[in-house]
């Protein structure tokens, strides 16, 4: 049985994860959740939120066991587990991609949301800046990133929502020479996604050293239903 740590994307929270967390246990393994600097019930300011706090959160929760985790990250929290994993190797089994950006040395989640292959993005779209953190309308968000969920569990997400601080998107992430060649990479891409755009998957699948990908049917924030379809990473 393995540890995997989830790592949730933007405007969202550990809650996000609760239905693939039921069922990695479900399966015997340990999996830990936890909210980003800022979002879920973490009451970060948000202008205190940046990469750099992001990483050191995800950096914490991987201390707290001995055992090296597989590090599963969603939209945002790809750009987050990549970095991490880069200051901390030794804590990270593995690095899965769950429909999320993945960033090489140097490059920020902006500067991967405004390659060419990104100009379908719903969230781009509609996203609402107003710093110090974006926001996404409800009517958006039930399309853009619930649009494959069922009409009662896209108004639970969107009504957990928060808005986002914006310190993580224009941070390049910095991978010292070497930093992630110890561990396997792989990417779940995901064919119906309206956040990352399926084009922008591939784009990033072909310009990254990863080690495997499989393709899926789920939807940006992975809570296709609670507790009823999940993508499954075990």
């Known amino acids: 049985m393995a540890r995997f740590v989830l790592v949730h994307g933007a405007f969202t929270g550990a809650w996000i994860w609760a239905p693939l967390a039921e069922r990695l246990r479900a399966a015997g393994h340990?999996?830990?959740?936890?909210?980003?600097?800022?979002?879920g019930d973490d009451a970060t300011p948000p202008g205190d939120v940046s990469l750099d706090s992001c990483a050191a959160r995800l950096g914490e929760v991987l201390a707290t066991s001995v055992?090296?985790?597989?590090?599963?990250?969603?939209?945002?929290?790809?750009?987050?587990?990549?970095?991490?994993?880069?200051?901390?190797?030794q804590r990270v089994a593995a690095l899965v991609y769950v429909t999320a950006f993945v960033p090489r040395d140097g490059q920020s989640l902006l500067d991967l949301a405004h390659l060419p292959e990104g100009a379908d993005d719903q969230v781009q779209a509609n996203i609402i800046i107003e710093p110090p953190v974006a926001t996404m309308p409800a009517a958006a968000?039930?399309?853009?990133?619930?649009?494959?969920?069922?009409?009662?569990?896209?108004?639970?997400?969107?009504?957990?929502?928060?808005p986002q601080p914006l310190g993580p998107f224009a941070a390049p992430v910095s991978i010292p020479a070497g930093a992630l060649d110890?561990?396997?990479?792989?990417?779940?891409l995901c064919a119906k996604d309206r956040a990352i755009p399926l084009a922008l998957q591939r784009r990033m699948i072909a310009d990254a050293p990863l080690h495997d990908r499989r393709v899926g049917r789920c939807i940006a924030m992975v809570c296709t239903s609670r507790g009823r379809r999940a993508v499954a990473l075990a």
Not at 32 to 39: A, E, K, Q, R
Not at 141 to 161: F, H, I, N, P, T
């Open 67 to 89: 055992e090296p985790a597989i590090v599963a990250g969603n939209s945002m929290g790809g750009v987050i587990a990549t970095q991490a994993a880069a200051r901390y190797p």
């Open 30 to 39: 340990t999996v830990d959740v936890f909210d980003l600097p800022g979002l």
């Open 182 to 188: 110890g561990i396997s990479r792989y990417y779940v």
């Open 141 to 162: 968000s039930r399309s853009a990133l619930y649009g494959s969920c069922s009409e009662a569990d896209a108004a639970w997400a969107v009504s957990k929502q928060r």
